[in-house]
């Protein structure tokens, strides 16, 4: 047995990106920063952030995205993490996480 599940708790960096799919259906796209703040061994804060791009497809959920979430808006998400591979315009092969 194997579990493929994640929880961010962050804010959302920007207004969610709606798009719509060829049946009509929306989905929501967030980035959620996350962060940790600590003091190096010479006592100098240090300060680093993470980025995560998360897609919501629930029809419910999106809505909820689309009155409520705001750029700045603190989010609690969890599912699963996937992998994503693709080639661009260039020819080159590039990979993503996407929650």
């Known amino acids: 047995m ?7 708790v962050g804010n959302v960096g920007q207004n969610p990106d709606i798009k719509a799919m060829s049946n009509g259906a929306e989905i929501a796209f967030l980035n959620i920063a996350t962060g940790e703040k600590w003091k190096d061994k010479d006592g100098s804060p240090k300060e680093r952030t993470d980025w995560h791009r998360v897609a919501i497809f629930n ?3 999106v809505k ?12 609690y998400v969890e599912g699963p ?3 994503n591979e693709w080639v661009d315009e260039q020819g080159v092969k590039r990979y993503s996480n996407q929650i």
């Open 2 to 8: 194997s579990i493929n599940k994640v929880i961010i």
């Open 59 to 61: 029809p419910n959920l």
């Open 64 to 75: 909820i995205a689309k009155d409520y979430i705001k750029k700045g808006s603190k989010v």
């Open 81 to 83: 993490i996937r992998n």
